[in-house]
């Protein structure tokens, strides 16, 4: 990570640091080493056990040009064994040229522009305020400044160079007193190592660096004034001495006295920004897994010293919160209803403008016959059946009663879930090609492990769920449908939202690019500029056959749920014995991709995957690997090829060479805490009492929008709860809070999707 233009600065009571010892959590060997100076004597009395600290994050996090966004959190305990991060969700945007620091642990924030400016703030977030109160501007001009760091007092203006400006703030308090420069360009092999480090902070009149890995800290001691008694003191920055090496970290920070916390950067995008806190005399980790995710400049604003918190009192930000009271303790969904084995199939096809389009003839398809195969030569998809739109739209069909065989060993393989197509196609009033395609799910009375617990046939969709899907206009072509290069995808909906996949029903849109963003406007129905949407059509009236080819295979990692566990509380997901999830499938027939129904994922040779226990403080989401696929479809009748289209389309969970049979996803953490949990209907909250656990292994899980991206599409996840697949949350024993959970769609006892922890 660039350190160019970072500053940094926190202020806290005397800190000095004894004989220092690496321990636990960093890569490498541990040395002992003294700093030579009397441990402090704060902590004793302290009552101070929550820290505000602030991340610049880098602009691709703002959505405004120009920005980005200063993230507010409030370190919890970081001295203690059980650290956490809170996440306020207070955020403000300032340009991204700006240089930010910390105003010595009073609640100021200090901005330096490049139009020759500084400028004061006053974080009033606690008591419901702006987090960028102005205060005051001042006319100073650190634009080009290496590192900027304060302790209230003292601001050290470092340029890059190694020369060192120092200037006194006359109320450091307030923020808002005479900023007068007391030195100017001092340079010593001290502020010749500042400039030259990876990152620096400062920790009341302790300077600290880090340097490949190595931490190191001067302290500053005060100068008498001048000559002349109006002539303020100086100071000088003592002798190096060296706290640590084998620091494995991005940037460090020091929440306090006897404390420091670090961030490692990796390229795995699911884990980077890992969070880590250390005690000092001797330096011991205290807790090597904060957080992850959090990207950008960090910097703390510490208090004047740094106490535990008790360990039963449950973290807040602001005023504590007063007890909830009357909360019913947490009860499963009642059992869910399986899908009754049927031989009947049935969906509607509309016009693009949603009325009927009937007397359409309807070829219904097994899916997954083949899907693993080379079908470079084309393969055809099994027909089990026709049928034709009546008046409404509508269309029905009984499957074979006894299946193909290849279908019948799909279908086992996939848990008693059989997946089909249903196609159709039809031309326009004004000569425009379309097409209907639809994905459903079906279990056969001949499934022969329809009923068997765990099963995707125990929770497929509903074979009659009111499948509806509008005819799309079918004039796409070779090169409107070639893969999308890695820049293009760079561009689109999907590289924008993979980061941080939200579960959130509809929020996957319908319509994606695989090469850019669609307009707010996008309207796939305007063909040679005139809309199509509402013109008669007249349908294909002979039968055709299916055939596909396979372009590209690639093995995705793929969310298909999380678990969270906050105070207290041990987090689990079980993802085992079988797969048991919905993926979305896309489609491509006018040069965008168009999500079109989903396929129910299972396997018969099963997986043993998850995480148990994690936690306190631990939200992740669980990925696995999924093969999927890209494929070019026709419809070839006795006239030849009728239809051209691509789909997008899951394939089966396939390790790759090498991989991990799952994995950690993102941090989802935020997501919990005593503020979102005030913000959630009373209606979804419930308790899980001291020492229980609580689990849903019932109904689905809400829809996990953009779970995976292939091919420059994000294709959404629904994962359906049972036996071998659930959220678990285990209370622990601490005696004065109550372990508070919520629902996200709803009460913890009927349909939830997934729930949070406070």
């Known amino acids: 990570m660039s350190s160019v233009s970072r500053t940094r600065g926190t202020a806290v009571a005397v800190q000095v640091l004894s004989t220092i010892v690496l ?61 956490n991060l809170l996440d306020t969700r207070y955020t403000a945007n300032l340009p991204a040229t700006s240089k930010v620091f910390t105003g010595g642990g009073n609640g100021l924030i200090y901005e330096a522009t490049t139009g020759g400016q500084v400028k004061s703030y006053k974080d009033n977030t606690a008591t419901g305020g702006s987090l960028l109160t102005p205060v005051k501007t001042y006319s100073l001009n650190w634009s080009s400044a290496k590192w900027i760091l304060t302790n209230g007092a003292r601001i050290l203006v470092i340029g890059s160079d190694g020369t060192l400006d120092v200037y006194n703030q006359a109320s450091p308090a307030t923020g808002d007193g005479a900023i007068t420069k007391v030195m100017d360009g001092v340079k010593t092999s001290v502020t010749t190592a500042l400039a030259a480090a990876d990152d620096v902070w400062m920790v009341n009149s302790t300077v600290q660096w880090l340097t490949d890995g190595k931490v190191q800290q001067s302290i500053m001691s005060n100068l008498p004034p001048g000559i002349g008694s109006i002539t303020p003191p100086g100071i000088r920055l003592e002798a190096a001495t060296t706290v640590a090496t084998g620091v ?208 995707a046939a125990t929770t497929a969709e509903a074979i009659d769920d009111g499948h509806t899907v509008a005819l ?60 199509i949407s509402a013109e008669k059509v007249t349908p294909q009236a002979t039968e055709c056959q299916v055939v596909k080819y396979k372009i590209t295979s690639k093995i995705k990692y793929t969310v298909v749920g999380e678990a969270h566990a906050n105070w207290d509380t041990k987090a689990s997901f079980d993802y085992d014995d079988t797969m048991n999830s919905a993926i979305d499938i896309a489609i491509n027939s006018n040069g965008d991709w168009k999500l079109g129904g989903s396929k129910q994922m299972s396997s018969a040779t099963g997986v043993a995957t998850g995480y148990t226990n994690k936690g306190s403080y631990y939200a992740h989401q669980y990925k696995v690997p999924i093969e999927y696929n890209k494929y070019k479809k026709q419809t070839i009748c006795s006239m030849g090829v009728k239809n051209t289209w ?90 004065n809070a109550t372990h508070l959970i919520w629902g996200k769609n709803g009460p913890v006892h009927d349909t939830p999707g997934v729930f949070y922890s406070s």
Not at 55 to 80: C, D, Q
Not at 278 to 295: E, H, N
Not at 353 to 372: E, F, I, S, Y
């Open 472 to 531: 799309i206009p079918d004039t796409v072509d070779g090169t409107a449908a070639a893969d999308p290069t890695a820049d293009q995808q760079k561009q689109t909906f999907a590289a924008l939202t993979e980061a941080d996949p939200q579960p959130a029903g509809e929020q996957t849109p319908l319509w994606q690019s695989d090469h850019s963003t669609l307009a707010a406007d996008y309207n796939p129905y305007l063909v040679g500029g005139k809309d």
């Open 646 to 735: 691509y789909t997008i389309e899951p394939g089966r969970y396939k390790v790759p060479s090498g991989g991990s049979v799952g994995k950690i996803g993102k941090d989802v953490s935020y997501k919990d805490g005593s503020r979102n949990y005030g913000r959630a209907p009373k209606s979804y909250h419930a308790k899980v009492d001291n020492g229980t656990y609580f689990q849903l292994t019932r109904k689905k899980s809400t829809k996990f929008g953009t779970a995976v991206t292939f091919m420059g599409v994000g294709l959404g996840v629904t994962t359906s709860y049972d036996s071998d697949h659930k959220q678990k949350i285990t209370a622990g024993t601490r005696r």
């Open 248 to 455: 494995d970290a991005a940037q460090a920070w020091a929440p306090g006295p006897n404390a420091l916390s670090t961030q490692s950067v990796t390229a795995d995008a699911d884990t980077t920004g890992q969070i880590r806190s250390f005690t000092t005399g001797p330096f011991t980790s205290a807790d090597d897994d904060v957080r992850s995710g959090v990207l950008g400049d960090i910097m703390a604003d510490a208090g004047a010293c740094l106490s535990d918190p008790d360990p039963d009192l449950v973290p807040y930000f602001g005023a504590q919160p007063a007890a909830d009271t009357d909360v019913p303790t947490a009860q499963e969904p009642s059992d869910s209803t399986s899908a009754t084995p049927s031989n009947t199939v049935s969906g509607t096809f509309t016009l693009g403008n949603g009325q009927p389009a009937p007397n359409l003839r309807v070829t219904v398809t097994a899916a997954d016959v083949d899907a693993g195969s080379d079908t470079s030569a084309g393969a055809q998809e099994p027909v089990l059946g026709t049928a034709i739109t009546a008046a409404d739209g509508t269309w029905t069909l009984s499957l074979p009663a006894t299946l193909p065989a290849s279908v019948q060993q799909a279908m086992n393989d996939n848990g008693g879930a059989l997946n089909l197509n249903a196609t159709t196609s039809a031309t326009t009033s004004s000569g425009v090609q379309v097409l209907g395609a639809d994905t459903l799910t079906a279990v056969p009375p001949s499934s022969t492990t329809a009923l068997v617990a765990g099963s």
């Open 23 to 83: 321990a636990a959590g960093l890569t490498a060997a541990p040395q002992a080493l003294t700093a030579g100076h009397p441990a402090s004597a704060a902590d004793a009395t302290c009552t101070a056990f929550s820290v505000p600290t602030y991340v610049f994050e880098p602009a691709a996090s703002s959505n405004i040009a120009g920005k980005r966004t200063l993230h507010k959190y409030m370190e919890w305990g970081p001295k203690s064994t059980d650290t």
